[in-house]
């Protein structure tokens, strides 16, 4: 029984990591890379990409590391979470 319910919140927290994660990418990141991720003129594809990629590459932009020829918005307004949130989403998506 103790196992079940074990399971059973796992998946509750991966379900609502997700659901942040997909909600956090449709509005703040779908209008340059697409609705399903898979990059539009000069903004890369995401999809399909590791989730800790995605995070580490996240954080250098927030931590202002990683340089861009174009603003990227949400690295003065992403928090550690959300990086990680929108990176497992961006994970799941082929």
Avoid at 15 to 38: D, L, P, R, V
Avoid at 64 to 72: C, E, L, Q, S, W
Wanted: aromatic share 8%; proline share 4%; net charge positive.
């Amino acid at each position: 029984m103790k196992k079940m319910i074990m399971i059973m919140a796992l998946l509750m927290v991966s379900i609502s990591t997700y659901a942040g994660g997909k909600e956090y990418f449709a509005t703040n990141c779908a209008s340059c890379h697409g609705a399903t991720a898979q990059g539009q003129g000069m903004f890369p594809k995401l999809a399909g990409k590791d989730a800790k990629f995605i995070t580490a590459e996240l954080v250098k932009f927030k931590a202002k590391t990683r340089k861009m020829p174009f603003p990227v918005p949400v690295k003065d307004t992403i928090t550690d979470e959300q990086a990680k949130e929108v990176a497992e989403f961006i994970a799941t998506l082929k």
